[in-house]
Structures are given as C-alpha cells and as structure tokens.
C-alpha cells in the first residue's frame, strides 16, 4: 500500500508542477513541489520513505526541468532524510517549525543550483539571490506550511503517522 500511495503521488506531481503551477506565479516565481512533497512525505512517513521519495522525485523533475539532475536528487534526498529525522524526533512540529524549515531547504537548494548554473555577468549569484532563491524560499514556506497546517487541523493526522510508520 505504500509503494501505490507513494508512486501516485510522484506521478500526479509531475504534471501539476508543469502544467497547473505556471499559470500561478508570485513575485515571477512558483513553488516547488517537489520539494514540498518531499519534506512532508518524510514528516508524515520516515526517514528512509523521506529519502527514497526525495531520490525519486529529485530525479523524475530533473528529467523534465532544466535543473541539475544530481543537486535535484541530493537536496531533495537530504531533504526528505531530515524531515523523517524530524517528525521521529521533535515532538510537536508545528507548521511554524516547518515552515522555517522549508526556509532553509529551499534557499540550500536554490543557492546549489545557483551555484551549479554558468550565470552570466549581469546575472551574478547576488542576483539570483535576490530575485529567485529567496522569493521561492518564501513561497514554498508559505504553501508547506499551509498544506502542511490544513492537513493537521482536518486530518487525524497522529492517528496516520502511527499507522503508516509501522
């Protein structure tokens, strides 16, 4: 049961992030998924799960975006590992707590990829910084943390992390 629920969120990912989230940018940029997913698939389910969905689903969006196939597959690898680390360990993840943390996870990610990317001279890394990085992290902390804050107030959430981690 959960190969399907996890292979069907990987697959239903993809076509939302391509074809549904372009039509809604903020601030020129739209939020990943992938990496949402990825840091909630980890909190609700475990490390390992946390890690082997980030493998996946860095890999599968680095087939069809222009990112990095490897900074893809390591961050969002990592990402789901410390979010599975997390929800283990912490007792009360609020979405405060997760938001904070998607913070971070995004603005690691997108300074890697930033890093990774041959910017020209008037796209510097300040640059991206300024204008990508940190208006994505915002972004994905702001929808994690919303999704992550509608499933704890109308789902029976710790009912389902006790079942599904066992």
Known sequence: MKALVIAGLIAGLIPVQSA???HMT???????????VV????LFAGELEGLLVGLAVGWITGLFSAADLTVG?????????????????????TPAVLVLGLLAASCVSGLLTAL??????????WWALRTVVLPQAV??????????WLAWSRLNIERFVSEYRT
């Open 116 to 125: 990774v990317l041959t910017l020209n001279e008037q796209q510097d890394l």
């Open 20 to 22: 549904l989230l372009p």
């Open 26 to 36: 903020l601030w020129g940029v739209m939020p990943d998924l992938g990496l949402i």
């Open 139 to 148: 972004l994905d902390g702001a929808v994690g943390g919303a999704l992550y």
């Open 39 to 42: 840091c909630l698939a980890g």
């Open 73 to 93: 597959m390591v961050t969002k690898g990592t990402v789901g590992y410390l979010a599975g680390v997390a929800g283990r360990h912490i007792v009360d993840v």
